[in-house]
């Protein structure tokens, strides 16, 4: 089985730890770089993606990041994960930085006061078994993408909820809180059709 780190220096580690291990991955956490280095894939959890920046910057994990990122490995991030993933970022803190990879610009708190948090099915492109049960929880969504990304959900009105990049994959809801492990068992299929 592909052993696959959860970013861990903030946000829904466990959630996602759990979820991988349903679909049949290793979960270890990653707070080190030296632990970067061990693993076949990354999941960038949800949580708040200026803290998690942050830290990033201050564990000495951005960079690390960024070149496992350029040299190919997997990365899934689902909301401030996603956020982590964008090459752009709307409504971001001023000194907010992130990962990149992907070739889009994400909206940050996009969906707003009324629409904070939110259930919805979303309809999930390559995936079996009817629609996702989406969790949105203060979600960006994908204002923007360029040429080499695949839109795989949106939610009508250009409001792109889920995308990949080559290895990367993004998602602005919560799979992990759903109790359905579909996404990632398409993440870890990438995995191993990466490796
Ligand atoms: N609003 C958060 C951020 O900006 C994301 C929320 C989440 O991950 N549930 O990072």
Redo the contacts with the bound molecule.
């Keep these: 089985s592909p052993v696959i780190g959860v970013l861990a220096l903030q946000?829904d580690v466990r959630e996602h730890a759990l979820a991988l291990a349903e679909a049949d991955a290793v979960a270890r956490p990653v707070r080190r770089p030296e632990e970067l280095a061990e693993i076949d894939a990354l999941v960038i959890p949800?949580?708040?993606?200026?803290t998690?920046s942050k830290l990033a910057l201050i564990f000495g994990l951005m960079d690390p990041l960024r070149a496992r990122v350029a040299a190919g490995m997997p990365v899934y991030g689902?909301?401030?994960g996603m956020?982590m993933l964008a090459d752009k970022i709307l409504d971001g803190r001023d000194d907010q930085q992130s990962v990149g990879g992907i070739d889009m610009t994400v909206r940050?708190?996009a969906f707003g006061r009324q629409n904070e948090s939110f259930e919805q099915d979303v309809d999930f492109r390559g995936l079996d078994g009817g629609p996702v049960h989406g969790i949105f929880?203060?979600?960006?969504w994908v204002e923007s993408v360029g040429e080499g990304v695949e839109v795989l959900a949106d939610l009508g009105d250009q409001r792109i909820v889920a995308v990949r990049q080559r290895n990367l994959l993004a998602t602005s809801f919560?799979p992990e809180l759903s109790g359905d492990s579909r996404v990632h068992r398409y993440f870890v299929d990438m995995v191993r059709d990466a490796g």
């Excluded at 929880?137 to 960006?140: E, N």
Aim: hydrophobic content about 30%.
């Design positions: 946000g949800g949580g708040e993606s200026t998690m689902s909301c401030a956020i940050r708190n929880i203060r979600a960006p919560h």
